[in-house]
């Protein structure tokens, strides 16, 4: 199994800390935001190899912040230099697939997530039902939830629903971008890309997914964060202080 972590962002919501630095390789606690998922990542026995893509800007950087780390890690360079040219979560995912040649199962995890939670159990529903996992986080406030991607599950943890950052949240369920996808699923990409063109947000392919195959959310309520503002960075930190 492999960890496919999207790092090519330019993040220009946190300019200055941003402008020279990638996102995910900000310090909350110590360590980059990027170790701690790391470490979450390779706790799960079944995952041998985490690819980071990231963009040209960037790379060297990557390359040398992994040189003293005790995973086996490779850095991918999408060739962009500007958030004008990005691929897109999405066009990175396919990236990575088609540059790494994955054809295996894969967590794909969005590189600005804060999370506490284990990802075993992801892997143990994914293995149960044989299909797609999203970690959900239960924000209990439908107006917090109105920031997030939002789902619907029924009595079997199956996704009925999803709803993008939506004005009436159907639950307060919100995806955290970190998924788990079959080989199987993850080779439904290309299709999805060419029939509908969105390349930018990981939420679109699992609301295109979750329609045409069963797709699961694992729910947990434990620690996450979503780094998309200066405000979250610093509640990180206070958290983690």
Not at 8 to 33: N, V
Not at 137 to 148: F, G, I, N, S, T
Request: overall charge negative; charged content about 25%; proline content about 3%.
């Amino acid at each position: 199994m492999k960890a496919v972590l999207l790092c090519a962002g330019y993040a220009t919501r946190l300019y200055p800390l941003t402008e020279h630095t990638p996102k995910c390789l900000l310090e909350i606690g110590g360590k980059a935001i990027l170790e701690h998922i790391l470490e979450k990542v390779f706790a799960v026995p079944e995952v041998d190899e985490a690819i980071l893509v990231t963009n040209h800007k960037f790379f060297a950087q990557f390359e040398e912040w992994k040189q003293d780390k005790p995973w086996k890690i490779s850095v991918l360079d999408d060739g962009t230099n500007s958030n004008d040219d990005r691929l897109g979560s999405l066009g990175d995912l396919q990236f990575a697939l088609d540059t790494a040649h994955i054809k295996e199962d894969c967590f794909v995890i969005a590189s600005d997530n804060l999370f506490a939670f284990s990802l075993a159990e992801m892997v143990d529903m994914h293995k149960q039902r044989k299909a797609a996992v999203v970690a959900l986080h239960d924000v209990k406030d439908l107006e917090l939830a109105k920031l997030y991607g939002v789902v619907k599950l029924d009595a079997h943890g199956k996704i009925i629903d999803f709803q993008e950052k939506p004005a009436h949240p159907l639950s307060t369920l919100s995806s955290t971008g970190v998924y788990l996808y079959p080989r199987e699923t993850l080779a439904k990409l290309k299709t999805f890309l060419a029939l509908e063109g969105k390349h930018d947000k990981a939420g679109d392919l699992l609301h295109w997914l979750h329609t045409r195959e069963p797709v699961y959310g694992w729910v947990t309520t434990e620690m996450w964060y979503d780094i998309g503002s200066i405000e979250q960075l610093e509640g990180a930190r206070r958290a983690f202080a």
